[in-house]
C-alpha cells in the first residue's frame, strides 16, 4: 500500500498524527489492539480508561507504547474519585492526549498542560466548549445528535459550525462520519479533523466478537434508537430485542436486573462501596442527574459488557452511531485511515474545482 497523501490541520500539528483523524475512546472497544493499530496508521488512537481499573489501564498504556511508537491518548472520566492519580500516570507514562467525556476540572488541565499532554474535552453544547478553552484546552471534540452511545438532540451540521465559530482552538467533529466525503465536509465547516467511533469499532482490528460485527452490518439508517431506559440519559443504541424490550419496561421490571449489575460492575472494578458512593456523588453532582438516572447508569458498563464483550444480545447493549447504516466491511485500520485520507483529498480537489479564477 503506498503512502496515502497528508491532511495537515491544526489537530495533526497539536498531537503530532500524519491524518486528521480520531479513533474514540470507546468502552469495551477502545484497547490496546484497537488503540495500537490506529495509531500505527498515522489517526489519534483513544483508550477508553472508563472502564478499566487503574492496573489495568496501566498495562494497556504499557502494551500500547510497546506496539508502536506512534503518539496515542487515553479518555478519562472526570468525575471518577481517582481522576487525578490516573492524570499522573499518564504523565509517568509520556502518554500524548487526554480526552475527556465530561468538562475536566480546571486542576486537572493545568497539570496536564504543565507535563506537555495535549488535553482534548468532548463537549455538546457551545457553552461547555467557551469554558474548557478558557480552562486552557488545547481542542475540543465535538458530538452532534447523530453520534454512538451518550448523545444530544442537536446535529452535527448545526452543533459544529456554532462551536467553531465560538472558539479559537482546533474543533474536532464527531457524530456521523465515516468516510473522507465527511472528512472534507467537515474541514470545510472549519474543524481540524474528525472522530470516529462506530467506523473504528467496526473493523479487522476491532476486538468486538466477529458475529456482534456481523450484527453491525446488518442495520440500516434506522437501526438504531435513542433511549433514556438504558441509564436515565439519552443512549443511542442498536435497536435489537434486548433494547426494544428495555424501552418497553417500567422502572420496578427494570430495578432488579439493575441492581444486580451495578454489583457485578462493583466487583469487576475492585471499587470499594465507600469509593463507588464517592464517584456517584461526583457525577451527580457533574452531570446534575437525579439519583434514580445514577442508579441506571451504574448498570451500563455491564449492559455494554455483555454486548460488546461477551457477545450476548440478549442480555447487553450496543452502542452505535446512525453512520452504522452506512457500513458494509471490516478494513484494518490501515486500510481504513488510508481509503478517508485518499478520499477526502479527491473531494476536497473536486470542490476547489468550482473556484473561480
Known amino acids: 500500500m503506498t503512502t496515502p497523501p497528508q491532511l495537515s490541520t491544526a489537530l495533526t500539528r497539536v498531537t503530532g498524527v500524519d491524518h486528521p483523524i480520531v479513533q474514540t475512546g470507546m468502552g469495551w472497544v477502545a484497547g490496546a489492539r484497537l488503540v495500537s493499530a490506529t495509531a500505527r496508521a498515522g489517526a489519534l488512537g483513544i483508550l477508553a480508561s472508563a472502564t478499566m481499573t487503574y492496573d489495568e489501564l496501566e498495562r494497556q498504556i504499557i502494551e500500547v507504547a510497546e506496539r ?5 491518548g487515553v479518555n478519562l472520566r472526570a468525575d471518577a474519585g481517582d481522576a487525578a492519580e490516573r492524570v499522573e500516570l499518564l504523565i509517568r507514562h509520556g502518554v500524548k492526549v ?3 467525556a465530561l468538562a475536566p476540572r480546571r486542576e486537572l488541565i493545568e497539570r496536564l498542560k504543565e507535563n506537555g499532554v495535549v488535553v482534548i474535552p468532548s463537549i455538546g453544547a457551545v457553552r461547555h466548549a467557551e469554558k474548557v478553552a478558557a480552562w486552557g484546552a488545547d481542542a475540543v471534540m465535538v458530538q452532534g445528535g447523530e453520534g454512538g452511545g451518550h448523545t444530544g438532540a442537536v446535529p452535527t451540521s448545526i452543533l459544529l459550525p456554532s462551536v467553531v465559530a465560538a472558539v479559537d482552538i482546533p474543533v474536532i467533529a464527531a457524530g456521523g462520519f465515516h468516510d473522507g ?7 470545510a465547516y472549519g474543524a481540524a479533523g474528525v472522530g470516529m467511533g462506530t467506523r473504528f469499532l467496526l473493523t479487522s482490528d476491532s476486538a468486538v466478537p466477529e458475529a456482534i460485527k456481523q450484527r453491525y452490518l446488518g442495520f440500516g439508517l434506522d437501526g438504531t434508537v435513542v433511549t433514556t431506559k438504558a441509564d436515565g440519559m439519552p443512549h443511542r443504541l442498536l435497536r435489537t430485542e434486548f433494547v426494544e424490550d428495555l424501552e418497553g419496561r417500567g422502572g420496578l421490571r427494570r430495578l432488579g436486573p439493575t441492581l444486580r449489575r451495578s ?3 462493583k466487583r469487576m472494578s475492585g471499587l470499594s462501596w465507600p469509593q463507588m458512593v464517592k464517584d456517584a456523588v461526583s457525577m451527580k453532582k457533574a452531570t446534575g442527574r437525579s439519583w434514580a438516572q445514577m442508579t441506571l447508569a451504574a448498570n451500563t458498563p455491564m449492559l455494554l459488557k455483555a454486548g ?9 447493549m450496543l452502542a452505535a452511531g446512525q453512520v452504522v447504516g452506512m457500513i458494509d466491511d471490516l478494513p484494518s485500520c490501515e486500510e481504513l485511515v488510508d481509503r478517508v485520507v485518499r478520499d477526502a483529498v479527491t473531494h ?4 476547489a474545482s468550482c473556484l473561480l479564477d
Open 308 to 316: 460488546l464483550v461477551e457477545g450476548d444480545t440478549r442480555a447487553g
Open 68 to 72: 508502536t511508537d506512534r503518539p496515542f
Open 263 to 265: 454489583l457485578e460492575f
Open 348 to 351: 476536497l480537489r473536486t470542490a
Open 98 to 100: 487526554a480526552s475527556f
Open 181 to 187: 466525503r465527511g472528512l472534507a465536509a467537515a474541514l
